[in-house]
């Protein structure tokens, strides 16, 4: 399924929507706080979807034990070193690791610039001892409102050296895009790129918000974007990437069926689409898996996906020449 001469990128992947259910029962002992049940298997339904949420706030309930755990900076450390450790496992070479320090500090007072130092940290030492290439992208969190996400792009913006973009995450309906747009200008006089989750719980007047009012770069998910033919030429024109997330969109109710998603009305558009996981450890996933759904309930040549292997390539947050480094050693390793 996959092209083996091409390097396996991950752009869209919550590093708080990937601690593992291990991880997060170890931390509860560790931390002395109560878990809702008291064998480890019957833990799994609180922290991973059972075949599918009804919409994506119900869906979001699952990474909330992962981040209540999190009781000390070391802890934040900890979970990120074992995200990079997951890319590794997963063969992946690159990925763009996103995260809310704000989601991440909340249930212990952590303080949230201190939250982004660690998870700096256990990246940057993940990435030495795995051999695996990452950035940063942070997150504001909508769902807990404007204020907080000022704090949070505050708190992000004190390492905003070691990020590559920021991203607006969480309650798409409830806290539309137009609420941050003062956010968003911080974020482009601070120099860093921008993606944003749209077109995943509301329609695509949504992304048209993302795109001319945040000035994303890249949409997450932008799956209801097929509803407006003028937004998908819009797209196609203007060379804006759709974050496709199969597994997460069947999951939280954005399609009924995987065979249902939109990626072939974005492909015969030219509009351009690369694969990601969004949450692998909540949604029992990893990228290739993705990879083969593409193919098997969407049918996807083979062409197509290497395509998009090269659409993720060209739509991360780095340069060209390291872009061109990711092609070479992956060639070479061959
Ligand atoms: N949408 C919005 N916020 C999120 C998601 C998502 O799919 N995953 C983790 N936070
Ligand atoms: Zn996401």
Known sequence: MICETLPLIDLHRHLDG?????????????NGIDLPVEHFNDFIPHVRIQDKASDLMEFLVKLDWGVNVLSSLEDCK???????????????????????????????????????????????????????????????????G?????????????????????DLAGDELGKPANLFEDQFKQVANAGLNVTIHAGEAAGPESVWHAIKLLKAQRIGHGVKSYEDKH????????????????????????????????????????????????????????LKHEYTLAKQQLGLTTQQLQDIQLNALNAAFISDSEKQTLLTEKSAKI
């Open 18 to 30: 990937n601690i593992r259910p291990d991880t997060i029962w170890d931390l509860a002992q560790q």
């Open 78 to 144: 900890r979970v990120a070193f074992e995200n990079v450790e997951d890319l590794s496992l997963a063969g992946i070479d690159y990925a763009e690791l996103r995260f809310s320090p704000y989601y991440m500090a909340m249930k212990h007072n952590l303080p949230t610039a201190d939250v982004v130092a660690a998870v700096i940290e256990g990246v940057k030492q993940g990435c030495e001892e795995f051999g695996v290439k990452a950035n940063l992208i942070g997150i504001l969190s909508r769902t807990f």
């Open 146 to 166: 404007l204020e907080k996400c000022q704090h949070e792009l505050d708190s992000l913006l004190v390492h905003k050296d070691h990020l590559v973009a920021i």
């Open 231 to 286: 937004l998908l030429d819009y797209l196609a024109e203007n060379n804006i990437t759709l974050e496709t997330c199969l597994t997460s969109n069947y999951q939280t109710g954005t399609i009924d069926r995987i065979s249902d998603h939109p990626i072939h009305t974005f492909l015969e558009h030219g509009v351009k689409v690369c694969l990601n996981t969004d949450d692998p450890a909540v949604e029992g996933i990893e």
